[in-house]
């Protein structure tokens, strides 16, 4: 199902809809500031293993993230030292995944990972069903390294071609696109950016 929602001022009833979706155990595909993003609830057992099933990742291996909708919310499932917290308040919302030290409060299927990546986009869409649905939505790409038709991964019409079978809803956002987020490490001593993507880091 495509459900168009302007980033804009994202309609509060099609909000609700897709929600509803994520708390019945379904799956979204939805827009970012980077390159759209397959999800679902994270506390949702059954709806992450068929995401990582559908992209053949172990989620006990695997290098998840997840979106959180602003700073207030990311200490109740990382741990967060100042200069870390100041690093991000710098940069976020935006095009970045930041590699925190995990906590015990992570979905069970994280808790094997001492890690966790963590994303609030510069995108009203994905941060207003975030805030709705009250918790974090995993965040993998669309993006298929095997595919070569890149409108597969940046047209919304085209994704929910692609993506029918799995997804409960495809939201239209708008055209995406292709540069994925840089990835900062913040595990160790000093910050590391690991994947120099979209984002320029604010030190």
Known sequence: MLIKIYPENPNERQIDKVVQFLQ?????VYPTDTIYGLGCD??????????CQY?????????LSFIC???SNISEYAKVDNATFKLM??????PFTFILNGNSNL???????????IRIPDNNIIRELVRVLGN?????????????????????????????????????????????STIVDCTGDEPVIVRQGKGELIW
């Open 107 to 117: 979905p069970k299927l994280f808790r094997n990972k001492k890690t966790v990546g």
């Open 69 to 71: 909708y602003d700073l």
């Open 89 to 94: 308040k710098k940069n976020l919302p935006g």
């Open 136 to 180: 974090p939505i995993l965040s993998t790409s669309v993006k298929d390294d095997d595919d070569e038709i890149l409108e597969y991964f940046t047209d919304p019409e085209l994704i929910e071609e692609r993506y029918a079978h799995i997804a409960d809803a495809v939201i239209d956002g708008g055209i995406g696109t292709l540069e994925p």
């Open 24 to 28: 019945d155990g379904g799956l979204i």
């Open 55 to 63: 992209k053949k990742i172990d989620p006990r291996k695997a290098n």
């Open 42 to 51: 994270i506390f949702n057992t059954r709806a992450v293993e068929r995401i």
